[in-house]
């Protein structure tokens, strides 16, 4: 059974164990930090263990963005990143949410087609060669 829950500090360990960067990039873990301080760092946990994780943030434009999506390596297309990013949504302060994913990302792209997201523009040179998609959808509220 899956449950999500929110970030705990004490889960720090459980997340390098599924995000080697949370460990080693400097900007990873303050990220999530800022996430959890907005109330939008939320874990997926499935047999007592974390199996994946989701960070929104409002540093879009003001806008519910989210940051991050991960779910363990031998876990995904499990329904676990979608679980995460429902209930994100659900959470919203708006009427839209916002996020974005390399165009090399087809995984992510497929995911964000069928949960209904649309594409919102373009951001060229993060990434040399693989330009940031930004992508919206639209809440019924």
Same mark, same amino acid.
């Given at each position: 059974?899956?449950?999500?829950?929110?970030?705990?500090?004490?889960?720090?360990?459980?997340?390098?164990?599924?995000?080697?960067?949370?460990? =080693?990039? *400097?900007?990873?873990?303050?990220?999530?930090? %800022? @996430?959890?301080?907005? /109330?939008? $760092?939320?874990?997926?946990? /499935?047999?007592?263990?974390?199996?994946?994780?989701?960070? %929104? =943030?409002?540093? $879009?434009?003001?806008?519910?963005?989210?940051?991050?999506? &991960? &779910?363990?390596?031998?876990?995904? %297309?499990?329904?676990?990143?979608?679980?995460?990013? %429902?209930?994100?949504?659900?959470? @919203? =302060?708006?009427?839209? #949410?916002? *996020?974005?994913?390399?165009?090399?990302?087809? =995984?992510?792209?497929?995911?964000? @087609?069928?949960?209904?997201?649309?594409?919102?523009?373009? #951001?060229?040179?993060?990434?040399?060669?693989?330009?940031?998609?930004?992508? &919206?959808? $639209?809440?019924?509220?």
């Amino acid at each position: 059974m899956l449950v999500i829950r929110a970030y705990d500090p004490s889960d720090r360990d459980a997340l390098v164990a599924i995000d080697a960067r949370v460990g =080693t990039e *400097t900007t990873r873990l303050p990220l999530l930090l %800022r @996430a959890h301080a907005a /109330q939008g $760092f939320w874990l997926a946990e /499935q047999g007592g263990r974390v199996v994946g994780y989701i960070a %929104r =943030t409002f540093e $879009f434009f003001d806008k519910d963005f989210i940051a991050l999506v &991960v &779910v363990d390596e031998t876990l995904r %297309r499990s329904g676990i990143g979608t679980a995460l990013m %429902r209930k994100i949504e659900n959470l @919203a =302060t708006g009427d839209r #949410i916002f *996020t974005s994913t390399n165009e090399s990302n087809a =995984t992510m792209r497929a995911v964000l @087609a069928r949960l209904g997201y649309v594409p919102s523009g373009r #951001i060229d040179n993060l990434d040399p060669g693989d330009p940031e998609l930004v992508f &919206v959808k $639209f809440l019924k509220r």
